[in-house]
């Protein structure tokens, strides 16, 4: 009797009265998240060479994290924040959400640029809610949420911009967070400065002024330190606690407007950079010490073994727009950038550490993409089967964390733009930005410009800047592409724009290749 007496208060600590492992002994979760970090803006090289934009940032945290972790090199997201951000919450591509574009901070407020060519859209312009039935919102089960129900304790800390003010998506305590630090319906801050309040002016209310942090008014802290201090106050109680949490550490950095981190900026003046390439560089250094930061203070606390830490972007670096110079330099070797469905656009750093599970300093070439995320980390926290009320697309990446040579079922990654994000101009080339689709699949990848329907083809293997088109000398791989992403996008539902002058919608890609195999064979 003795005996089974001993054994029973073993296992309470390891067994609920259901018979479950207690949430105790599941890891912690830290996810990274930058906001308009492009592939090249670090010096991890996540290419197979050393290029000359990882010499010019200083990331030694990043380094570090990929010494500790996973290099996952073929790793993706949407072109614009919103779109990425409701798919790494839900799982779901944005062709499925039907949230393609940036939500604006006002509600029903459309945030496409006007277009000659074809009517304004009908998307999902208020982004995500966890309620039925709201206007203009994707209707979706959260995985913090899941997290949370399963006795997680969720933090949010930094930008959010889920969905538009008055709804339920603006708050980030709507979507499954316990804690939310300066998460609103904004998508950038009116200002990094304890000077200006982070844009909180007295009788100046501007929407973007980020919220809750007025003890570091006048401060002399920068935005991006402020929110670290923010999100280590919040992880003591969890620790303390001995629960599980799980941190989403989304920074307002790098986006605009480009503003000097007073820390490091001098570093970069000295090395000859102008004005604006400086201040980008210092908000870089600034993400960079904060991701030092939370790894020391998770190590310092005894934790950081059991707590897997994720580091990701949202979409790609501003190229010449917003940061002036010559087109496709600033994330070079990539094509293009933020906005856009070229690699430059869409193609992301990002870093997994799990000690003990997956190998440390190993490289990942597997494509993937960020609803993954999804799936991955329900998984990690041993969550089963969750009820869900949508339809995901993701794929865990668990498996392939455990073994990094293990390749991936091949699967299409799709890219969905039916919206214009800005007014372009004749000196802007062809920067795939407004009314593009893309699909990955392996090796290959193919473009579908909606305005004038025609098809871009590369082989990513050897021309990872996109520019050799080789669609006219593989017709074959274009049409096995072209039908992959028109049938994926019907499947999912997906939106295509409408012409003002037809009130036609754009065929989809794989209507285009079936027309143009059909006029082929009558000239026969």
């Not at 994290?65 to 996973?70: D, I, K, P, Q």
């Not at 972007?313 to 070797?333: E, F, K, M, V």
Request: aromatic content about 10%.
């Amino acid at each position: 009797m003795k005996k089974i007496c001993i054994l029973f208060i073993i296992l309470i600590p390891i067994f609920s009265a259901s018979g479950q492992q207690k949430i105790s002994t599941r890891p912690n979760v830290v996810v990274f998240l930058v906001d308009d970090m492009g592939w090249m803006d670090t010096s991890v090289p996540f290419y197979d060479s050393i290029m000359p934009l990882n010499r010019r940032y200083h990331t030694p945290n990043m380094e570090r994290l990929a010494r500790e972790g996973v290099k996952f090199t073929n790793a993706y997201a949407q072109p614009v924040c919103t779109p990425t951000r409701v798919s790494f919450l839900t799982g779901m591509n944005s062709s499925r959400t039907h949230v393609t574009n940036w939500t604006s901070p006002s509600k029903n407020t459309d945030s496409d640029e006007q277009d000659n060519q074809f009517e304004r859209l009908q998307w999902n312009l208020n982004g995500l809610s966890n309620q039925p039935d709201i206007t203009g919102t994707v209707f979706a089960t959260t995985f913090p949420q899941l997290l949370r129900n399963a006795g997680y304790y969720t933090i949010h800390a930094g930008k959010a911009h889920w969905g538009s003010m008055g709804t339920p998506g603006a708050n980030p305590t709507n979507l499954g967070f316990i804690i939310n630090i300066a998460g609103h319906a904004a998508g950038h801050p009116q200002s990094y400065l304890s000077e200006t309040n982070y844009g909180n002016i007295p009788g100046k209310s501007q929407p973007q002024a980020v919220p809750d942090l007025e003890e570091y008014y006048n401060t002399g802290t920068f935005l991006t330190e402020a929110l670290t201090r923010e999100a280590i106050k919040a992880l003591e109680i969890p620790i303390a606690r001995k629960e599980p949490f799980y941190l989403n550490m989304a920074h307002y950095a790098v986006h605009t407007p480009i503003m000097a981190d007073p820390r490091f900026v001098q570093r970069y003046y000295s090395m000859g950079l102008d004005s604006i390439e400086a201040r980008y560089a210092s908000l870089i250094e600034g993400m960079d010490k904060s991701l030092g930061d939370i790894m020391d203070y998770l190590k310092n606390k005894d934790v950081d073994k059991n707590t897997i830490v994720i580091f990701i972007s949202d979409n790609g670096g501003l190229d010449h727009h917003q940061r002036g110079g010559a087109i496709n330099t600033h994330n070079y070797p990539l094509r293009s950038g933020k906005g856009s469905v070229y690699e430059g656009g869409i193609r992301e750093p990002m870093l997994v550490k799990w000690a003990g599970i997956a190998k440390a300093n190993s490289i990942n070439k597997n494509p993937v993409i960020i609803e993954d995320l999804f799936p991955t980390i329900l998984e990690m926290a041993g969550i089963k089967q969750p009820k869900l009320i949508q339809q995901t697309d993701g794929k865990s990446l668990v498996a392939t964390l455990k073994n990094p040579q293990q390749t991936l079922t091949e699967r299409p990654l799709i890219f969905h733009y039916p919206n214009k994000w800005i007014d372009l101009n004749k000196n802007d080339g062809d920067p795939g930005i407004n009314y593009f689709s893309a699909i990955r699949l392996g090796k290959w990848k193919l473009l579908y410009n909606m305005r004038n329907r025609k098809f871009g083809l590369f082989d990513l293997s050897k021309d990872i800047s996109e520019k050799e088109d080789l669609s006219t000398q593989y017709p074959d791989i274009v049409s096995k592409l072209a039908n992959q992403l028109g049938k994926t996008l019907k499947a999912r539902n997906a939106q295509m724009p409408v012409e003002k002058q037809s009130g036609m919608s754009v065929p989809f890609p794989d209507e285009i290749q079936k027309n143009d195999r059909i006029v082929k064979e009558s000239r026969q």
